[in-house]
């Protein structure tokens, strides 16, 4: 990637996360180029990607929601109600904005990190992947397998990453995104197409 300075977006990140925030960014960002390794993907945009994924997280809600309506980004009922869900498009909007990243691939990773979307890229499906089993991450069912799988099958371990948050999310009774279920759906549908 001309122009685009990993160490210094590192530096910058530092400075705007909370040390716990900042220890999960570089999981995702070490964990993303690891999968870019294994499945053929750009290792740096991979690192890019994760780096940024988050850079909005530890933003207030107002602020979030002031940026959103500030630059006609457009709000959903359920971001409305869980302000929580807009750090992915708050956060793509940042990476253009502050630290000049223009790459599509990259931005539509970072915006789509949270609920996914059908038809993502490879790039999109190692950052949703690399955020849910960076080293960091303790509690989610199952961790292990995703963890093997992810290294194994791409499809497969979003797949089973879709399913258990979904599952996760109806057992706390959490308002589901409709690109979450929209995401599940079409990948199971994908799924059904291959014959294994
Ligand atoms: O920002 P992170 O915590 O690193 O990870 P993230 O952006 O993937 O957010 C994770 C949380 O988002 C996790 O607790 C599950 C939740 N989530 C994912 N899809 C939905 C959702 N929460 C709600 N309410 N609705 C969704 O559709
Ligand atoms: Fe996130
Ligand atoms: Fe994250």
Redesign the pocket.
């Known amino acids: 990637m001309k122009n685009v300075d990993v160490r210094k977006i590192r530096k910058k990140m530092e400075k705007s996360l909370d040390s716990k925030r900042f220890e999960?960014t570089l999981g995702v960002a070490y964990t993303a180029s690891a999968l870019a390794m294994c499945h053929q993907a750009d290792i740096e945009k991979a690192q890019i990607a994760g780096l940024l994924h988050?850079c909005a997280?530890c933003m207030s809600n107002e602020k979030k929601t002031d940026i959103c309506e500030k630059h006609q980004i457009p709000v959903t009922d359920?971001e409305k109600h869980?302000p929580f869900?807009l750090?992915?498009k708050v956060g793509r909007y940042l990476a253009q904005k502050q630290f000049h990243i223009h790459d599509e691939d990259i931005l539509n990773a970072i915006m789509n990190?949270?609920?996914g979307r059908p038809e993502m890229s490879r790039l999109e499906k190692i950052i949703y992947i690399a955020?849910?089993i960076e080293p960091g991450r303790k509690q989610a069912p199952g961790l292990s397998k995703v963890r093997r799988l992810a290294f194994q099958d791409l499809d497969r371990a979003l797949l089973k990453i879709l399913k258990d948050?979904l599952d996760?999310?109806q057992s706390i009774d959490?308002?589901?995104?409709p690109?979450?279920q929209k995401t599940y759906d079409f990948y199971i549908r994908e799924a059904g197409k291959v014959i294994h």
């Not at 959490?174 to 995104?177: E, G, L, M, N, T």
């Open positions: 999960h988050d997280k359920i869980n869900l750090h992915a990190h949270t609920t955020d849910y948050t996760y999310l959490s308002p589901i995104d690109m979450t």
